[in-house]
């Protein structure tokens, strides 16, 4: 069965861990997971800021082509403007002045001085009944037929676009009239400003009439839709032409640029040659930062998280040996931590750290999965057998451990008298949270223990407040009994504490005959260290067991006895 995670069981209870090795997780996968991990990153860390160099060359490519086409726009604008300005400038000179006739040499001499003297005006020329009677280029007799106006534009002129003159019969001219007064550009003076090998289309429109009155190139009609504020500019991409429309805000008019957007094309991959290794230089320096975060980070806690979610905790379990006897009565599971690659950390290591970064909870529950998944074959075959389990401080704070011991001890195969919990003396420091949830744990009929008794500050009257059922005392003081060391009486205290508060006593890392011989003469029942066992699997455990029910477990107690 699979591991829950701590919010899962939160919500429904403990899972029963599977057996050690039964479905973990292969190492070469959880390594291989690793590589994909990495790649990907590596791949989204070097890949982001070239997409984004690219990105930047396509950004910057178009808006420096906009700049230009606005800017031709703009010029045709000016262009427009001066050409209608000097259009003006001559027909208020003409209608200035008084002449004997529409045509006398008086006026055809003005014309010429007004014709020679404007830098975009073709001719200059007076128009009656559609005819051009006359111009600076002298008296036409009957006149030159025009045609009507097209259209009459918004400041009153009346507007023939496409005039052609038997002076210049290949081109078209414009011709604008007011009140008789005609002024005759070409209307290549209007876009003839443009100088770029892309031929972009130009030209000025008349508004609110929307009538072409220079094009060069083409006016899409869509375009229409567009039309900027007055004073305005709206840029916009159509198809194949990167679009500037430029309203005036004095005049009725609307010039236009639209270039091929191969233009851009051209620059943006021209740009995009620079910036794009630029962006891979900066995506490679990003993975190296990640690359040293990722190693910064992989601190012991965050190790410690990925190992509990890739199962690669599991239990051993040294023997409480009854030193009368020399049977093993019960047994103290301790964790073991496996890295994929092999190497055992050390739980004196991790523990503190999973205690420092609030893991320990976690680290717990993942203990009693595995009490949960390996103990009822043994309590089956040693049904007076008992496990004991280690707290720490945020257990025995929260009070979280209790429920799950209860769910334990519902599960098929286990009884309360099968467990005890072992907790730390440092791990009884929030007194009144640690004596009920000991008080509680003692209540489902489980054994609590004082474990690494004498390293902490517990007196005689602080143990007192504590439901508890033996004292284990700390490997440090065991062994030194017997010795000339200044704390070689400290086991003998405890010892004479613990008969006092009725305690029953087990003593920690006894590694020698005569340590067991004097704890034995000073009435410790149980005993525990290397001198017995050290801690095993679960499988060497019952098998340890079995043969002892045979009579042949449990040989070294019998030298102590
Ligand atoms: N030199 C020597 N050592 C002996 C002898 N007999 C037992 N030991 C070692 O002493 C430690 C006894 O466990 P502890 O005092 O609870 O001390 C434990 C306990 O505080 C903590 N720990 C281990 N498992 C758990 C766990 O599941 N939960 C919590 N909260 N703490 C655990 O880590 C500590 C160290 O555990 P281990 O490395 O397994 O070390 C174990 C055991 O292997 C001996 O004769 N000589």
Same mark, same amino acid.
């Given at each position: 069965?699979?591991?829950?995670?701590?919010?899962?069981?939160?919500?429904?209870?403990?899972?029963?861990?599977?057996?050690?090795?039964?479905?973990?997780?292969?190492?070469?996968?959880?390594?291989?997971?690793?590589?994909?991990?990495?790649?990907?990153?590596?791949?989204?860390?070097?890949?982001?800021?070239?997409?984004?160099?690219?990105?930047?060359?396509?950004?910057?490519?178009?808006?420096?082509?906009?700049?230009?086409?606005?800017?031709?726009?703009?010029?045709?604008?000016?262009?427009?403007?001066?050409?209608?300005?000097?259009?003006?400038?001559?027909?208020?000179?003409?209608?200035?002045?008084?002449?004997?006739?529409?045509?006398?040499?008086?006026?055809?001499?003005?014309?010429w001085a007004i014709d020679l003297g404007s830098s975009?005006?073709?001719?200059?020329?007076?128009?009656?009944?559609?005819?051009?009677?006359?111009?600076?280029?002298?008296?036409?007799?009957?006149?030159?037929?025009?045609?009507?106006?097209?259209?009459?534009?918004?400041i009153g002129d009346s507007i023939r676009p496409q005039?052609?003159?038997?002076?210049?019969?290949?081109?078209?001219?414009?011709?604008?009239?007011?009140?008789?007064?005609?002024?005759?550009?070409?209307?290549?003076?209007?876009?003839?400003?443009v100088q770029s090998t892309d031929n972009p289309w130009?030209?000025?429109?008349?508004?609110?009439?929307?009538?072409?009155?220079?094009?060069?190139?083409?006016?899409?009609?869509?375009?229409?839709?567009?039309?900027?504020?007055?004073?305005?500019?709206?840029?916009?991409?159509?198809?194949?032409?990167?679009?500037?429309?430029?309203?005036?805000?004095?005049?009725?008019?609307?010039?236009?640029?639209?270039?091929?957007?191969?233009?851009?094309?051209?620059?943006?991959?021209?740009?995009?040659?620079?910036?794009?290794?630029?962006?891979?230089?900066?995506?490679?320096?990003?993975?190296?930062?990640?690359?040293?975060?990722?190693?910064?980070?992989?601190?012991?806690?965050?190790?410690?998280?990925?190992?509990?979610?890739?199962?690669?905790?599991?239990?051993?379990?040294?023997?409480?040996?009854?030193?009368?006897?020399?049977?093993?009565?019960?047994?103290?599971?301790?964790?073991?931590?496996?890295?994929?690659?092999?190497?055992?950390?050390?739980?004196? $290591?991790?523990?503190? @750290?999973? *205690?420092?970064?609030? !893991?320990?909870?976690?680290? %717990?529950? &993942? /203990? #009693?999965?595995?009490?949960?998944?390996?103990?009822?074959?043994?309590?089956?075959?040693?049904?007076?057998?008992?496990?004991?389990?280690?707290?720490?401080?945020?257990?025995?704070?929260?009070?979280?451990?209790?429920?799950?011991?209860?769910?334990?001890?519902?599960?098929?195969?286990?009884?309360?008298?099968? $467990?005890?919990?072992? @907790?730390? *003396?440092?791990?009884? !420091?929030?007194?009144?949270? %640690?004596? &009920? /949830? #000991?008080?509680?744990?003692?209540?489902?009929?489980?054994?609590?223990?004082?474990?690494?008794?004498?390293?902490?500050?517990?007196?005689?009257?602080?143990?007192?407040?504590?439901?508890?059922?033996?004292?284990?005392?700390?490997?440090?003081?065991?062994?030194?009994?017997?010795?000339?060391?200044?704390?070689?009486?400290?086991?003998?205290?405890?010892?004479?504490?613990?008969?006092?508060?009725?305690?029953?006593?087990?003593?920690?890392?006894?590694?020698?005959?005569?340590?067991?011989?004097?704890?034995?003469?000073?009435?410790?029942?149980?005993?525990?260290?290397?001198?017995?066992?050290?801690?095993?699997?679960?499988?060497?455990?019952?098998?340890?067991?079995?043969?002892?029910?045979?009579?042949?477990?449990?040989?070294?107690?019998?030298?102590?006895?």
């Amino acid at each position: 069965m699979r591991v829950t995670l701590h919010s899962r069981a939160d919500r429904h209870g403990l899972h029963c861990h599977r057996a050690i090795g039964s479905a973990r997780r292969a190492p070469e996968s959880i390594e291989a997971v690793k590589r994909i991990r990495i790649v990907l990153a590596a791949i989204l860390v070097f890949s982001i800021p070239v997409a984004a160099s690219l990105y930047l060359a396509r950004h910057i490519a178009r808006s420096t082509e906009f700049e230009r086409v606005e800017q031709l726009a703009r010029a045709v604008l000016a262009r427009t403007a001066t050409i209608a300005l000097q259009s003006q400038e001559a027909t208020q000179r003409l209608q200035g002045r008084t002449f004997e006739s529409p045509c006398s040499p008086e006026k055809l001499a003005l014309m010429w001085a007004i014709d020679l003297g404007s830098s975009y005006l073709q001719a200059v020329g007076y128009i009656q009944d559609d005819r051009l009677k006359c111009s600076s280029l002298g008296d036409h007799g009957e006149g030159i037929p025009l045609g009507p106006a097209r259209f009459v534009s918004v400041i009153g002129d009346s507007i023939r676009p496409q005039v052609r003159l038997p002076m210049v019969p290949d081109t078209d001219l414009l011709i604008a009239e007011r009140n008789g007064t005609a002024t005759v550009v070409h209307p290549e003076l209007f876009t003839d400003l443009v100088q770029s090998t892309d031929n972009p289309w130009v030209g000025v429109v008349s508004l609110p009439d929307r009538v072409p009155l220079a094009v060069r190139g083409d006016f899409r009609p869509a375009w229409h839709e567009r039309l900027p504020p007055e004073g305005g500019t709206a840029r916009f991409v159509d198809g194949d032409r990167i679009v500037v429309l430029h309203r005036s805000a004095d005049w009725k008019l609307l010039a236009f640029a639209a270039a091929p957007v191969l233009r851009e094309e051209k620059r943006m991959t021209a740009l995009a040659w620079t910036l794009a290794p630029l962006g891979a230089v900066v995506g490679l320096l990003l993975w190296l930062a990640l690359l040293s975060h990722m190693r910064a980070t992989r601190s012991l806690p965050v190790v410690m998280r990925a190992a509990l979610a890739d199962d690669e905790f599991f239990l051993e379990y040294q023997p409480i040996v009854d030193l009368d006897s020399g049977r093993w009565v019960s047994a103290e599971a301790l964790i073991r931590w496996k890295r994929p690659d092999g190497t055992l950390i050390r739980p004196d $290591l991790f523990i503190p @750290a999973a *205690e420092d970064s609030g !893991l320990i909870q976690r680290i %717990t529950e &993942r /203990v #009693l999965e595995l009490v949960c998944a390996e103990a009822p074959a043994l309590f089956a075959r040693h049904p007076q057998f008992r496990l004991s389990i280690n707290l720490s401080a945020a257990d025995l704070a929260t009070g979280l451990v209790v429920h799950r011991l209860r769910e334990l001890t519902n599960q098929p195969g286990i009884e309360p008298h099968n $467990l005890a919990v072992e @907790a730390t *003396e440092r791990g009884l !420091l929030a007194v009144d949270a %640690t004596r &009920r /949830v #000991l008080a509680d744990i003692r209540a489902l009929g489980i054994r609590a223990a004082i474990d690494d008794f004498g390293t902490g500050y517990s007196g005689l009257s602080y143990l007192g407040t504590f439901e508890v059922d033996s004292l284990k005392i700390d490997k440090a003081f065991i062994d030194t009994v017997g010795t000339d060391a200044p704390t070689s009486d400290v086991a003998v205290h405890i010892i004479e504490m613990a008969k006092t508060l009725r305690l029953d006593v087990v003593a920690e890392g006894i590694e020698h005959p005569e340590q067991a011989e004097f704890l034995r003469g000073r009435g410790v029942r149980y005993g525990q260290g290397w001198l017995f066992a050290k801690s095993m699997p679960m499988p060497a455990l019952l098998a340890a067991l079995d043969s002892a029910a045979d009579g042949s477990a449990g040989g070294p107690v019998t030298s102590v006895e």
